[in-house]
């Protein structure tokens, strides 16, 4: 069931850019950790981005670092992550996750989320 909901997939070419956001149904995240996984065809899920619950501690993985940025946008209650200059490895679905904790700190592995979306679809042609 999914509790959290992704938006702003799609299919573009190498080099491209998207902006996925994410919300919550009967959620607000300033409490929450914020992160976002990816798992393409016949892969395992795994991480991408996070975002603290103060938004002071941020994590990325190694392949996408100075490409992707993952924010948070108070106003809007969301969190959102800007993908530039897409390759095609980056083809999957991409999930939201989220944890309610009562600290600055972020984990980087899908066993330590226990809140989810259904995913978005990413496709990069090139």
């Known amino acids: 069931q999914a509790q959290l909901v992704e938006s702003g997939g799609g299919l573009v070419q190498a080099g491209d850019s998207l902006r996925l956001s994410c919300a919550a149904a009967g959620r607000t995240f300033s409490r929450y950790a914020v992160a976002w996984f990816r798992q393409g065809p016949g892969k395992e899920r795994e991480f991408v981005a996070a975002i603290s619950r103060g938004g002071g501690g941020i994590a990325y993985e190694d392949s996408v670092k100075g490409r992707f940025t993952i924010s948070r946008d108070r106003a809007k209650d969301t969190v959102n992550l800007q993908m530039n200059s897409l390759k095609p490895d980056d083809t999957s679905v991409y999930h939201c996750?989220?944890?309610?904790?009562?600290?600055?700190?972020?984990?980087?592995?899908?066993?330590?989320?226990?809140?989810w979306g259904q995913g978005t679809q990413v496709t990069v042609s090139s």
């Open positions: 996750a989220a944890k309610d904790w009562g600290s600055d700190f972020i984990g980087t592995t899908k066993e330590w989320y226990d809140v």
